[in-house]
């Protein structure tokens, strides 16, 4: 989990919350005031959401609990395709827990072909006759003859700085079942292609089961972006491709990079106490770098900072910077890096390292959101959150946490009341639900006001990734698509660009649109004349198209057919 480290404390990532792709989480366990039956950890030990398994290989998930239930509960984890068990499944069952703890439950697909799109965790009472808990793990496990899963990588997956030339290294276990052996090639990816300048390793022919060690690297350029690898399985002689998917990363190369951020001090401090935040820097810059960390809320240079400049940095070293914030009541989710060259005419590095602190008289200490997003709950679910509300103030105080879209509150929301708060530390549980179907949230807003709600005294915006609504179909398509034409989305989800494939059989026209979860048109492409047999591709860029994190179709029409592809944006 990426984290700025605050002295010998490690503080979690809000923002990965988002896109965790281990999707662990501390558990945070207090005194609630009413009964409830959680899952607030999940580690999917294939390393990453996406992977390949060959027919019949277990899939392993590990979990935290907290049942209150009289009697205790079961927990079921299940895989899920296109809104359904996914046919051929096996799973483990489930004893009857109860208190707190941690477990493990596994499942397999028995039959090549399906891939699994989600896992539902589904709680129970002890003799199954009604359910506690119910949501949904975004997931993409593909179950064909070969599998490729359970990743490791030499960087932090959610943020990592390098220097051109300085490689990186990907481990994955194999299960190779295809005829003559197969070839594995993981490639880095930018905005929807290779990333330029980049080299790696090539593959030997692996046949049966085990473990490997490639690498890659990014040879030229500026602050490149490595958003996403792209994994392939090919033949012996790389004549045919025999599976490919993509792993999101949020790895940069450059002349310059920034390591090893450790923040002093405690995560809470009184407004206009300095705080500093140490780190390692490399540069191959002959002139040298100058390096300006700054505090980040929201997306946003933190309001009422103030921060140390900067000299110049030549070769490698440490170094610290000191800030502060003025402003009464901020978070500070990121520290932003910003190296440019000695008279700053020219970025050369930008990356924001994800933390948590507060300044000012109120801070919320160790949150945890049950279940972990993302994740996908019916209707009325609850998302609960704990934490401790830390108030220096001289006075109570109430505290709201209500769900947001976009910044504005979601329709349709219901939200638990708040107590008083007095001064000191006080253990809090908190929920909030959504009553409408096709609802996403984006962001937690935890409202902390006087007494009286007359005086709002601090907004603390924490991001999550939260969708109520039926289950999303990945791909679907009318029965004589696959005749015409064969279509692919890449990466997704996609970060800031995406491209989508285009292969007819035959030389047709095909319209494209791309629509909401609502079904509203956000963008359309004019008629598409397809080439028989030639690849036509179509960008899906996120700034150009205003589009907000979410989930997104993409609709091909042709004269006789119909594709509808799920796009995710993260």
Known sequence: MPVIRFGDRFIPNSLFMKTNLTLFFLLFVTSL????????????????????YAAGEKVYVDFDYTIDEPGGARIFVRPFTDGALTPGYSASGSPVYTGTGNSEANFTINTAGPTVEELRFLVTNADQSETLREFYVPVHYEFYENGVHDFAFSADQAVASFLLGEPVEVS?????????????????????ALT?????SGSALFTGTGSQTVNFRINSGVNVRVDSLRVRILNDDQSTLLQEFFIPVNWYWSTVKVTDVTMLGSPFAPNGENRTVEFDYATSEAAGVRIFPRPVTNGGLTPGYGACGSGVYMGTGD?????????????????????VNPDQSETLLEIFYPTDLYFGELQLKDLVMCPPSPARLPHDEKVNAYYT??????????????????GELVDNYAGSPSGVYRRGE?????????????????????????????????NFIHDVDYTYGAPMTVSSASPLAQERVTWKVFPNPMTDRG??????????????????????????WPAQQLS???????????????????????HLRGEDYVVTETVVVQ
């Open 33 to 52: 005031t009413f009964a409830q039956n959680d899952i607030c950890g999940i580690d999917l030990r294939s390393g990453t959401r996406t992977g390949a």
């Open 172 to 192: 994955f276990d194999y299960d190779i079942r295809h005829t003559g052996g197969a070839r594995i090639f993981i490639r880095p990816f930018t905005d929807g």
């Open 196 to 200: 330029p300048g980049y080299g790696a």
């Open 319 to 339: 170094s610290d910077c000191g800030f502060t914030i003025s402003a009464n009541n901020q978070r500070v989710d990121h520290i932003r890096f910003l190296a």
């Open 389 to 406: 509300l830390n108030n220096q103030t001289a006075s109570s105080v109430r505290v709201f946490m209500r769900p947001l879209k976009e």
């Open 426 to 458: 006080t253990p809090v549980d908190d929920f909030f639900t959504v009553t409408a179907r096709d609802r996403h949230i984006d962001q937690a807003r935890f409202r902390i006001t006087n007494v009286d709600q007359s005086l709002t005294l601090a």
């Open 499 to 524: 491209q989508l494939s285009i292969t007819p059989a035959n030389s047709h026209t095909v319209d494209v649109r791309l629509v909401d979860l609502l079904g509203r048109q956000l963008m359309s």
């Open 532 to 554: 028989a047999g030639v690849e036509t591709r179509l960008n899906l860029d996120r700034s150009a198209m205003n589009l907000p994190t979410g989930t997104y179709f993409l």
